[in-house]
């Protein structure tokens, strides 16, 4: 007895065990310590994490990103090159504040496009912006570059966005959102030249007749760590810093492994000082760290439906040949998911009709279905038939001959012509009884009688 007990006892404690020792759900997200933060997948644009993504913010320096994108548009269009040289007048440092980033540019000097796009990015120089906005709006023309700023914003789908400046100094009318620097940053990436300075640990701009020397390291601890230790991230690339005390520490980045590209925005992050009183922690660099391993080590490219699968079968009317046809997706689909999610726990709503008339081709749309996990929709694929079925002459005349009784012009034209014979009959035998059934009205002629003699 005291052995089953034991034996019992040693059951329920390794079930407890098992129990405990189960991973927890993939869907169960980490929290970052950030007002706002999105994790976006590069190729798929499917997000992997996000809080408060659509909530306006101060972006501060990731301003710069938007004064980015339109001199690398206006190079497109051949109105600036990369190596054109560009004046910096006194009006591109009118309202700049003293503290805020700069690279010691002064007025009077000449950079080229690209240097000046390196102090932009690299070092986050408030005043490469205003210099850089006048190159493509005309001296003294910075608010009309600012109100290209908007509009190009808008453009791309940015529906919480107002920028009031270029540098992302602080007014309380300049906002944005995660979301909308991510959209931002995604209509960036695409240029090569961009993706590579905003990923230059360091730059050198040697001193000429015209210009000082400018030595830039970047404010990015993710793939520099001249200014601070502790941050880097080999799998990093880029992208921009911000910060201002009302935004708190901000940083767009991006992380490449394998064949994956993640894109990261932490927004409104603190900057903490540790235990020993001295070390500090500046949460947008930590907490991008912590959404690139998340995105890296939880989720994975899985295939939630294959084109060869075969769903379901749908009956098959006037055919003699088949009685049902096979419905398979028309497209594999693939997904980020949770790496520990088993792909049975996937919801599948399928619309099918209850039944399909022949004849059939293969590739015939029959209807569609939807894969979802807990309401997020993974995505809709049409189904198709998977063979043809012919129909039966036969089958499909008596359907045709019971669909055109059946239709109601041609009933109310079946029941007038059954009551127009039925009066006719009626009138006709009515008419047969008054021939017939009359009596004459003279006296009756004698039997035998066969007329008068003459």
Known sequence: MKKRRFFALFLVLGLLVSLLSVPASAFEEIDIDARAALLVEKETGEILYEKNAHEKNYPASITKLTVALLVFEAIDAGQLSLDQPITAHESAFEGLSIYGSTAGIKAGEVLTVEQLLQCMLIVS??????????????????????????????????????????????????????WDIYLITRALMPY??????????????????HNQRHVLHSTNRLISNWRELGYLYRDAQGIKTGSTEEAGHCLVSSAV??????????????????????????KSFSETIRLFDYGFDCFSRREVVSADELVREVPVALSSEANYVVAHPAESITRMLPTELDLSELTRDITLPDSVDAPIAAGDELGEMTVSYNGTVYGTVKLLALSDVSASWLLVARRDVADFFSRTVVRIVLVVLLLLILAFLFLRGNGRGRRYGKRSSGRAAPAGYRGRRR
Do not use: W
């Open 125 to 178: 120089a408030n005043e490469a912006c205003n210099i850089l906005a006048e190159a493509v709006c005309g001296e003294g023309n910075i608010s009309q570059f600012v109100q290209r700023m908007n509009e190009r914003a808008a453009a791309l789908g940015c529906e919480n966005t107002h920028y009031v400046n270029t540098s992302g100094l602080h007014d309380p009318d300049h906002y944005t959102t995660a």
């Open 257 to 282: 492994r394998g064949d994956r590209q993640l894109v990261s925005v932490v927004l409104g992050a603190e900057k903490i000082t540790l235990a020993d009183g001295k070390s500090t922690l500046t």
């Open 192 to 209: 090569e030249k961009f993706m590579e300075i905003c990923n230059s640990k360091s730059a050198e701009i040697a001193e000429t007749d």
